[in-house]
């Protein structure tokens, strides 16, 4: 069945960046939409943004555009999420989720602490 | 972006009994065939899952107590009779452009 792995919970210094994993299991890969979303009390769901994985194609939030980068590799079935420049407002749950909304990752802490 | 506006915040109902939420949209988020709209329940500490998709359409293995309807800026997701296992948290999210929004969210309490 469609499984979504994401990397463990982080601790991080503000100013430094961190790197996101999400492996996907039995789907075409290459062919959905993974889409990632940012979580934190009191500030419901956010969409960052979009990556097809098998064009390297993105779409991302303008509120997003400089904080956060996608990638991907077909080859290992893996998407990841680059969050850059942290801060205290970086502090959430991210998500990935395949590209109709079905199947989300269970979900990976930021903390952002110094 | 399209602003999502779910009432009430939270809802406490009682077993057995109906439980209503609504979701304004600040635009029409239908065509005459589609309505972009799609409501999840989050439990805590896990992630959100679907439940209707395109306003009324029962995801595969949601129960079929749920049930969504509206067109336009309108909709509502219904849960009757509402069980024990349905204390979560219901979010609308929207498709009808980039980027989807989603509402505040809806807390119901059994």
């Known amino acids: 069945q469609v499984q979504l792995q994401q990397s463990g919970a982080e601790l991080m210094k503000p100013g430094a960046s961190v790197k996101i994993s999400c492996k996907a299991d039995d789907y075409t890969f290459s062919s959905y939409w993974i889409e990632w979303l940012k979580q934190r009390p009191g500030h419901g769901l956010e969409w960052i943004g979009e990556?097809?994985?098998?064009?390297?194609?993105?779409n991302y939030n303008e509120k997003f555009k400089g904080k956060a980068t996608f990638t991907a590799d077909t080859s290992s079935n893996t998407a990841y999420m680059q969050l850059s420049s942290l801060t205290s407002e970086d502090s959430a749950v991210y998500y990935c989720?395949?590209?109709?909304?079905?199947?989300w990752g269970q979900g990976t802490l930021v903390t952002v602490s110094a | 972006d399209i602003v999502l506006t779910q009432s009430p915040a939270s809802l406490a109902v009682s077993l057995g009994q109906r439980a209503t939420i609504s979701c304004r949209a600040s635009?029409?988020?239908?065509?005459?065939?589609?309505?972009?709209m799609h409501w999840y329940q989050q439990r805590p500490g896990q992630p959100p899952k679907l439940l209707i998709k395109?306003?009324?359409n029962l995801e595969s293995g949601v129960p079929a107590r749920f049930s969504g309807s509206g067109s336009g800026t309108d909709f509502t997701l219904n849960i009757h009779p509402v069980e024990e296992e349905d204390t979560a948290t219901y979010f609308c999210?929207?498709?009808?452009?980039?980027?989807?929004?989603f509402g505040g969210g809806t807390k119901l309490e059994i």
């Open positions: 989720v395949k590209g109709n909304f079905s199947h």
């Open positions: 990556i097809l994985p098998g064009s390297g194609s993105t």
């Open positions: 395109y306003a009324s």
């Open positions: 999210q929207h498709s009808w452009e980039i980027p989807p929004t």
């Open positions: 635009q029409s988020v239908s065509t005459s065939s589609y309505s972009y």
